[in-house]
């Protein structure tokens, strides 16, 4: 059964139609990927489910409740999860504090989860750095690792790949991986045709807000219609 | 008790002992200047809760003293209830203002509630200027006369001494650092799952209780009000001046500027009384340019000290 459902949702900003009519269905326990030249609407569909912007039409559907006309935040309380493309710490908390404002339940609890989660990504000594100081590769794990802190059935991430050093990303993919296994959700979008082709089991296609392909990798790409969307006739 | 807590700790103990047996020692001007300071303290602190922590600027938080003010005023001088219970009621009406004025405002975004909050002093000055049957309009409205300056003297500094403990409960929590995120981002805060508006609200009624009470002290200790003298602009911009030069968004930094600014400006006041506006103008312009995180955010991020400073 599908844990959310995208149908024909629809957004433009002015005369430009970013995301126009676009319909997926996400299984729990996989990972998809969405990808798709520059301003295909990407980003634009995930701020479409996780309710950062208003639909022009269509409908998006979590565990078959309709979250479009939530607040972000009870979207993401109800399990959606999601980084941002430009990175989205805050700067003045520590790296320890960004991990503890999305917690709830004994603060001791938390504390000790976070820095377990600081450590798993290699930043425990840097725990009470203020974010802020840390470096661009950091903040990217600092914010990935805080998705997590909310224990999400759904995880979106924009362009996870992006600035962290080829070692650390093996872990992060390793623990994406683990994340499925666990049996949540993740969709990404990821411009590192090697880590989608690599970990995603099935990807959608977008260009000029259209969906124009959905299937396994292998298959995405010998797509003629996805092989002209990133390099023209 | 680690040693340097302990040190903290014992030096407070003391400064609060010497505050306490200063009406008997001190000279009448000292205890009202005193006084004074304590309701700066509270004021600069209420005002840090909203636009310290989650960076949402109040322009008009003087409203919630006048309204305290006329609110112990009213029930003091025409309904003859004991003044110390009047004050906790004009902080009550202060609160509950700010429910009101909250749910609209503060789903403005920065500037847009600025300008609201300035909007909501000028038609509350209006206003009370416009009731005069209840308000005593223009005239203003004159308290029973009473010796009560000591009395006020110790309230305002519990007064002073709740807002800052109470910041500090605020700064060390998850839901302090919940506003501080609205502060950074409000944007990722919400896709985060921290619900941003009802954060705001809670922050905006803790910051409007202070300023409620203050006024009905202050209309108790003065005896008579009038709305020039409760809603005054310079009071908010005076609020704001303290909160900026000490430390915005930290829990000492609303102290230091309530101390650091009221004596500076006595001395000044005193020697040079034209010069005296030209100061918090020229301190606005100097702290933005020189140290725009204030005294103690610049120590703080220079000496790495704890976000309890």
């Known amino acids: 059964m599908a844990i959310l459902t995208v149908e024909n949702v629809r957004k433009s900003f002015g005369g430009v139609n970013a995301v126009n009519g676009v319909s997926l269905a996400l299984e729990s326990g996989r990972i998809y990927g969405l990808i798709g030249p520059n301003g295909s609407g990407k980003t634009t569909l995930f701020n479409c489910i996780t309710g950062l912007e208003r639909l022009d039409g269509g409908r998006v559907t979590l565990r078959q409740e309709r979250i479009d006309r939530l607040k972000p935040s009870a979207i993401a309380r109800r399990g959606v999860g999601r980084t941002f493309q430009v990175i989205r710490v805050f700067p003045e908390l520590t790296a320890l504090e960004n991990l503890l404002v999305v917690t709830r339940g004994p603060r001791a609890e938390a504390e000790r989860r976070g820095r377990e989660m600081l450590r798993f990504v290699k930043l425990e000594p840097l725990a009470d750095e203020y974010a802020g100081n840390l470096s661009y590769g950091q903040q990217k794990l600092v914010e990935f690792v805080r998705v997590l802190m909310t224990d999400p059935a759904l995880i979106l991430l924009d362009e996870p790949a992006a600035g962290v050093n080829r070692t650390l990303l093996n872990d992060l993919l390793a623990a994406v991986a683990r994340l499925r296994d666990e049996g949540r959700t993740i969709l990404l979008v990821e411009h590192d045709m090697k880590v989608v082709m690599g970990l995603c089991e099935t990807v959608f296609v977008l260009d000029h807000g259209d969906k124009i392909a959905e299937g396994p990798p292998g298959v995405i790409q010998a797509d003629e219609r996805v092989i002209e969307a990133y390099f023209g006739r | ?309």
């Open chain 2, 1 to 309: 008790m680690s040693g340097r807590r302990a040190l903290v700790a014992a030096a407070l103990a003391v400064v609060a002992l010497a505050l306490v047996a200063y009406p008997a020692i001190g000279t009448g001007y000292g205890v009202r200047a005193t006084l004074q300071v304590f309701m700066w303290i509270a004021l600069a602190g209420s005002w840090n809760l909203i636009s310290g922590l989650t960076g949402y600027v109040s322009f008009g938080h003087v409203a919630f003293f006048g309204v305290g003010a006329y609110t112990g005023a009213i029930l003091v001088a025409t309904a003859g209830w004991p003044w110390p219970l009047a004050a906790l009621a004009g902080g009550l009406a202060a609160i509950v203002l700010a429910v009101l004025i909250g749910y609209p405002c503060l789903r403005l975004k920065g500037p847009y509630f600025a300008i609201a909050m300035l909007g909501l002093n000028e038609v509350l000055r209006a206003l009370v200027s416009y009731f005069e049957g209840l308000t005593g309009g223009g005239n203003g409205l004159s308290l029973p006369t009473a010796d009560t300056t000591r009395s006020v003297y110790y309230l305002m500094g519990l007064l002073a001494m709740a807002v800052t403990a109470g910041t500090y409960l605020i700064v060390t929590s998850r839901f302090g650092l919940r506003l501080m995120t609205i502060r950074e981002d409000e944007v990722a805060a919400e896709a985060m799952g921290i619900d941003a508006f009802h954060h705001k609200l809670a922050a905006f009624l803790l910051s409007a209780a202070g300023p409620g009470i203050a006024g009905a002290l202050m209309a108790r200790d003065q005896g008579y009000i009038e709305p020039i003298s409760v809603f005054p602009l310079a009071i908010t911009v005076t609020m704001i001046v303290m909160v900026l030069f000490g430390g915005k968004g930290t829990v000492w930094g609303p102290v230091v500027g309530a101390v650091a600014l009221f004596v500076i400006q006595e001395l000044v006041w005193a020697r040079y009384p034209y010069v005296h506006p030209l100061l918090f103008g020229a301190i606005i312009v100097a702290v933005v340019l020189l140290m725009p995180r204030g005294v103690l955010g610049l120590l703080q991020t220079r000496y790495r000290l704890p976000r309890t400073i």
